[in-house]
């Protein structure tokens, strides 16, 4: 008997007919005598539909509230799937994140998982309940609700399957794997038998968004593979784990990321400490930043570029105007209009050449770079909005994924 964590995405149980189709995949597995922890999302578009009534009542609530709201989507799925699971005649219950004891921190919108109590899930396993539990939403310590950030179902699947030491932990969702890009952009993208920790983390945090990028932080911590697959097929899926079989890859995606904006800090005196001063104030209110451009020093000025999330962007140019005097510079400049496009591959760290390729693809389709980033395993350029899709498919070609 194993113990099987499966997460079933939005779209996978976005209708009547859906939900009969994931409670069809849920019970088989029980029927092979599997224990079954199943962690769902909201259905279909319910996620977004609620953000928008939100919007219409207050279009800046709290993040308490926000999420208050938002965990609804995941409770109206976990009981509508355990219907659907009673009708077939299994035997089930549905939990929420603070029935389970999902404990997070308090960072609403974003909260990370600290942990999870195994009691009641496992007293369920014990009476041979199929255990449906909410994705996305936890509890912190004054007991409110929190969720995980966007797509996290994923997270608090990985993170069940980890706690309770599963021995599978399955993704479905609608496509059938990990692709060497997003295969909705490019339809000859190949699908991926495995793919490691690391290479999957950073395709998932630079915008390939098939796997939250905290959930793949998390099994490479607790060292659960992780299978993605699809809901409507019986394709055998994408392993994620810690060392792949095949050769490493030169480049083993391509993400885009449309969710980003530029700003630049011009004209700061160049002296020593002003990034430390610019990166603590932006880092001390959760600011994540990404590509950092520094100019050299001309005239003693210097100019300091980065990238932030786009719905970061006011509270980042709020905190740089505000310390505007300790800061001294002369002016700040900022943009949402442009994007972020990376290739991504253990291989590249032993091939010298790899950035140029990419660079040449831009060239041939004529797209210009405004700022690079490279690490060990992926590089990265922010080119103008709306062009994200042509690069992305000049990239895939030049480095004949497909
Ligand atoms: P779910 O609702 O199941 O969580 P998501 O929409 O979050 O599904 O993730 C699945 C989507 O991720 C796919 O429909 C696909 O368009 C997108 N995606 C982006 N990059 C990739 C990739 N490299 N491989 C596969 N899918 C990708
Ligand atoms: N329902 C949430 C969202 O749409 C969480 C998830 O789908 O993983 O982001
Ligand atoms: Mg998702």
């Not at 499966?6 to 009547?16: C, E, L």
């Not at 060292?223 to 394709?235: D, E, F, H, Q």
């Not at 400490?273 to 001390?284: E, M, N, P, V, W």
Request: some cysteine; overall charge negative; hydrophobic content about 40%.
């Amino acid at each position: 008997m194993s113990l099987i964590v499966q997460k079933f995405g939005g779209s996978s149980v976005k209708d009547a007919e859906h939900v009969f189709n994931v409670a069809g995949i849920i019970t088989d597995t029980y029927k092979a005598g599997n224990q079954v922890i199943v962690v769902v999302s909201a259905q279909g578009d319910t996620t977004d539909d609620l953000i928008a009534k939100a919007k219409e009542i207050n279009p800046s609530p709290s993040k308490r509230e926000m999420d208050m709201l938002l965990s609804t989507g995941e409770q109206i799925s976990i009981s509508l799937l355990a219907m659907a699971i009673e009708k077939l005649g299994f035997p089930v219950v549905s939990l929420t994140g603070w029935q389970v004891g999902m404990h997070t921190d308090s960072n609403y919108s974003a909260a990370r998982i600290r942990k999870i109590e195994q009691e009641r899930v496992q007293k369920e396993l014990d009476k041979k309940n199929i255990v449906i539990v909410a994705g996305f939403q936890g509890i912190n310590r004054y007991d409110d609700i929190t969720t995980l950030g966007r797509g996290g179902s994923d997270t608090s699947a990985v993170a069940l399957a980890a706690a309770l030491h599963a021995d599978l932990c399955e993704i479905y969702t609608d496509v059938d794997g990990v692709y060497t890009t997003d295969p909705r952009i490019v339809p000859n993208a190949s699908k991926l038998e495995e793919i490691t920790f690391d290479e999957m983390l950073e395709l998932a945090s630079l915008g390939a968004n098939v796997l939250h990028n905290r959930s793949v932080e998390m099994g490479k911590k607790y060292n659960v593979n992780i299978c993605v697959r699809s809901s409507l097929t019986k394709a055998p899926g994408t392993i994620v784990k810690e060392v792949v079989d095949m050769e490493k890859m030169l480049v083993r995606g391509v993400a885009k990321d449309s969710d980003v904006a530029r700003i630049s800090i011009c004209g700061i005196a160049d002296t020593p400490g002003k990034a430390f001063k610019i990166f603590s104030l932006l880092a001390k209110k959760n600011i994540n930043v990404d590509i950092i451009l520094q100019s050299i020093g001309r005239d003693n000025m210097k100019d300091i570029s980065f990238t932030t999330p786009e719905d970061r962007l006011e509270e980042a140019l709020q905190i740089l105007e505000e310390n505007k005097a300790v800061l001294d510079y002369q002016s700040l400049d900022y943009t949402k209009d442009v994007s972020k496009v990376s290739i991504v591959g253990a291989g590249m760290v032993s091939n010298p050449g790899v950035a140029a390729k990419m660079f040449e693809a831009l060239y041939e389709a004529q797209i210009n770079i405004h700022m690079i980033a490279t690490s060990e395993i992926k590089v990265s350029v922010l080119i103008d909005a709306g062009c994200e899709t042509k690069a992305v498919r000049a990239i895939h070609d030049k480095f004949e994924l497909g």
